[in-house]
């Protein structure tokens, strides 16, 4: 028997859906985690000067005497040639394995090679060589995406690769996750010779450094955070860095920020204070504590500066700008927090303040009042990646604002802070995933 023309008009759009089922498929892009093991000698072996090349990973930046460094993560450190902001130059790039933080005093730069401190003499930069290796000073260590460890018993270091996968999949219709993992918003787990300037450098002075850093100079030590503790490097002589004490912090450290005789130390927990009068042995004055999130601090005068955020290795679910008062450091007083998207790193050049909101952005601020900092913003630049900034305008007549993000670097001049001018972009050369 024929099936009735009605029936048939019932049936056609239940066939149209099943129909679906064997045909939809989405092409997503995620991470992918695969465990990985070097030793010391091809750590120590790998370190060398090479052309320039793109950026890829781009992680912190630093900058002295109009030459900027920005870390390529686990990679090494890209050299650039930023005396003239509107059009910098990538002149070469300094490979060291296991790289993530830098410090400049005189022409000595200082490196962290995953477990090793490694000190290059850069006062021709034709001519870049190491001067100096400290090995095993470090025994663990976090970067963005993971954490890494050394065995010193074996001479090895255990860590982890990162990939981004694309992959084209079957949905049957519906949102099926990525395998072995989180898909929206979350996180991926698995089983596991160059031509340079040869001008040479008149340096006299540190150098400066974003609110993300763990490296951090002051009078004649180089402090350096990992995730529990303070490693002090005496380095009166700065070619020759000596070992000096390690102070015990709790867990969870990630950023330092020295300020005049003091050290703000930010941590997922909180934010600690230390003096430092005695550069060699920094004396917790206080700690302010908050919800477990990532947190760099910054500091003008007796008001502290602390954005937290959620995040993977944060685990927590917070996003704010913490105002603190700090006029008595023993006992340091929020002042307002105030709600963000999802803040990274920032900088202050009183009043500006800006603030990296990660995937949302730059924004800047006018700070001179505390108690309305959100009623004083002054522009919100979206459209990239925005991870940290140095703000030049305290360390230099120049008003250029130093940006790193994931999709690349931006410096813009904000002698009008409510509209920021882009001087020029180093993009990076592929997407930014990560």
Same mark, same amino acid.
């Not at 992680?59 to 030459?67: E, V």
């Not at 270091?157 to 694309?166: A, N, P």
């Not at 001179?368 to 919100?380: F, G, T, Y």
């Not at 001018?421 to 993009?427: V, Y």
């Given at each position: 028997m024929k099936p009735k023309p009605l029936l048939f008009l019932l049936i056609l759009p239940w066939l149209a859906i099943t129909s679906c089922t064997d045909n939809c498929r989405e092409t997503r892009t995620y991470r992918r985690y695969t465990p990985v093991s070097f030793t010391g000698s091809q750590i120590r072996q790998g370190v060398g000067v090479e052309a320039a090349r793109a950026l890829v990973k781009p992680?912190?930046?630093?900058?002295?005497?109009?030459?900027l460094f920005i870390n390529e993560l686990k990679e090494g450190i890209h050299l650039i040639d930023n005396r003239n902001p509107s059009a910098p130059k990538t002149v070469a790039f300094l490979r060291v394995p296991g790289n993530g933080d830098i410090a400049i005093r005189d022409n000595i730069l200082y490196a962290d090679s995953y477990m090793d401190l490694v000190t290059f003499d850069i006062s021709d930069l034709a001519a870049i060589r190491p001067v100096k290796r400290l090995a095993n000073v470090f025994p663990s260590g976090m970067f963005e995406g993971g954490y890494w460890s050394y065995n010193s018993q074996n001479d090895m !270091?255990?860590?982890?690769? !990162?990939?981004? /996968?694309?992959e084209t999949i079957s949905t049957n219709c519906e949102e099926a996750p990525a395998p072995n993992g989180f898909w929206r918003g979350g996180f991926m787990m698995f089983a596991q010779t160059a031509n340079f300037d040869a001008t040479k450098a008149t340096n006299t002075t540190n150098g400066v450094a974003g609110s993300m850093a763990r490296f951090a100079l002051y009078d004649n030590y180089l402090y350096a955070v990992s995730n529990s503790d303070m490693q002090l490097f005496n380095i009166q002589n700065p070619a020759e860095p000596k070992l000096g004490n390690k102070i015990q912090m709790g867990w969870g450290i990630e950023t330092i920020f020295p300020y005049k005789d003091k050290l703000f130390i930010g941590s997922q927990s909180g934010m600690y204070i230390y003096d430092n009068a005695n550069p060699e042995k =920094? /004396?917790?004055?206080? !700690?302010f504590q908050h919800a477990r999130v990532c947190d760099p601090v910054v500091v003008n005068d007796n008001i502290a500066y602390v954005t937290l955020r959620s995040g993977t290795t944060c685990q927590g679910f917070t996003n704010q700008l913490d105002v603190v008062d700090i006029s008595n450091l023993s006992s340091p007083r929020l002042i307002k927090s105030y709600p963000m998207r999802n803040p990274h790193g920032l900088g202050i050049d009183y009043p500006n303040l800006f603030i990296c909101e990660g995937a949302y952005g730059?924004?800047?601020f006018n700070a001179?009042? =505390?108690?309305?900092?959100? *009623?004083?913003?002054?522009?919100?630049l979206e459209g990239m990646n925005a991870y940290d900034v140095i703000p030049m305008g305290g360390v230099s007549t120049s008003k250029s604002l130093l940006m790193i993000g994931?999709?690349?670097?931006?410096q813009y001049d904000y002698s009008n802070p409510r509209q920021l *001018?882009?001087?020029? *972009?180093? =993009?990076v050369s592929a997407p930014s995933y990560y």
């Open positions: 992680g912190k930046i630093y900058t002295k005497d109009g030459y !270091v255990y860590d982890q690769k !990162v990939d981004y /996968v694309t =920094p /004396v917790q004055l206080s !700690v730059l924004k800047s001179s009042d =505390p108690l309305a900092i959100d *009623r004083n913003q002054l522009q919100h994931k999709d690349g670097f931006y *001018r882009l001087l020029s *972009r180093i =993009p």
